[in-house]
Each structure stands twice: as C-alpha cells, then as structure tokens.
C-alpha cells in the first residue's frame, strides 16, 4: 500500500514559456487556454503512464520475499528516510540505484506468507504480509523548478500533445472530452503512435 504523505505542488510537465517558444506565440493573449492545455497534457501523460513524475513523499508498506532486495513502487527513488519493521528501525541497507527502487540487504529481508492449512500448513499465493513501512521521496524535478531532473522525452512528449491539441482547436475541428483524475482533458483525435511510443518507455504496466 502507497500512501502519499507530501503531494507535489506542481505536476506540470512543461512551462507556459516552453509551449508559446514552440508555438511562435510571443504575447499573453492565450496564456490561459495554454495553461490549461499544460494541465491537461500532464495529466494525460500521468494517467497513460500509471505514475507521477513530480517529487512526492511517500510511506509504503510493502512485503519481502525472503531475500536480499526489497522493491518500492514508486521511481526514481531520491532519498530513503526511514525502513521499519513492525515499528523497529532498519539500517543496515542501501539503496540500489535510484530508478531501481531497490533495497539491497546483506542480511536479507524476512518472509512472512499468510498460510492455509492442507493437510500441512503451507504459504497462501499472493498473500504476503506486508511487514515493512518504507518512508521515502520518489520521483522528478519538474521543468519549472530549479535543477530539473526530468527526463527531457517526457517533456517532449507533453509538448507534442500540447501543439497537436491547440492546432486543432486553432483550426476549429471537433472537440471532444475525457474525465482524466481532476482534470478534463480536450482533444480531437487519436494520439499520435511516436507519442505514445515514446511514453511506453516511461510507463508503469499494472
């Protein structure tokens, strides 16, 4: 289970400086139409991709397998701040790489299946439980702050989907609309395969 204990304050995958450079616009006569359609090409990118990419701070309980890795769900990890097992501090591990997410424990991590009883008592597929709470800060710096970390194909991509959206609607075409998280998302066709293709990359497969 993931819980968010510091949402991100901006999830905005791009700035309202980068899209009127790209789309040739040098005064604020669109500012707020772009700056919607900021909003909501993030969100699209957030809910095609199963994730967030901005900094948040996170506590996850999570199950070990019995052996040296215990894996986080959320990536890139940035810092781990604290590792308990029924409420007693762990130290002794380091964090893999960052967009691993893993754990590494020389001393490995305990295993404790649920277990149903068959003639013997035997661990339930799938049912592990979760003994370990993991307080940690997952994730990017977003084009708008200082020191961004972001990668710059998800940028990319968040623009492309801006540029396509806003010359349609420019041009007059059909708009249509979808509910994505707190957002409502306006577009006129179908996203375009490089886009997505590039987003694949990023995404999370649940």
């Not at 006569?29 to 900021?38: E, H, P, R, W």
């Not at 194909?153 to 010359?167: F, G, L, N, Q, V």
């Not at 066709?189 to 886009?195: A, F, L, R, V």
Request: proline share 4%.
């Amino acid at each position: 289970m993931v819980e968010v204990l510091v949402p991100a304050t901006d999830r905005r995958l791009t700035t309202l400086a980068t899209v009127k450079e790209e789309l040739g616009i040098a005064d604020s006569s669109k500012d707020t139409l772009l700056q919607n359609l900021i909003d909501q090409a993030s969100a699209y990118v957030e809910h095609y991709c199963n994730r967030i990419f901005a900094l948040q701070k996170y506590k996850e309980t999570v199950a070990a397998h019995g052996g040296l890795y215990l894996a986080l769900s959320m990536r890139p990890v940035v810092s781990v701040e604290t590792v308990k097992e029924n409420n007693q501090l762990i130290t002794d591990y380091v964090l893999e790489t960052p967009d691993s997410a893993l754990l590494y424990r020389k001393a490995g991590w305990g295993w404790k299946p649920m277990l149903n009883w068959v003639i013997t008592w035997q661990p339930l597929p799938n049912a592990d439980i979760q003994t370990y709470e993991v307080i940690y800060t997952a994730g990017y710096i977003l084009p708008d702050d200082t020191g961004r970390t972001l990668p710059y194909d998800i940028e990319r991509a968040c623009i492309d989907i801006i540029k396509s959206w806003y010359t349609d609607i420019e041009a007059g075409r059909r708009i249509q609309s979808e509910s994505i998280g707190d957002y409502s998302v306006t577009y006129v066709k179908d996203m375009p395969s490089e886009i997505l293709r590039t987003l694949d990359v990023w995404r999370y497969w649940i």
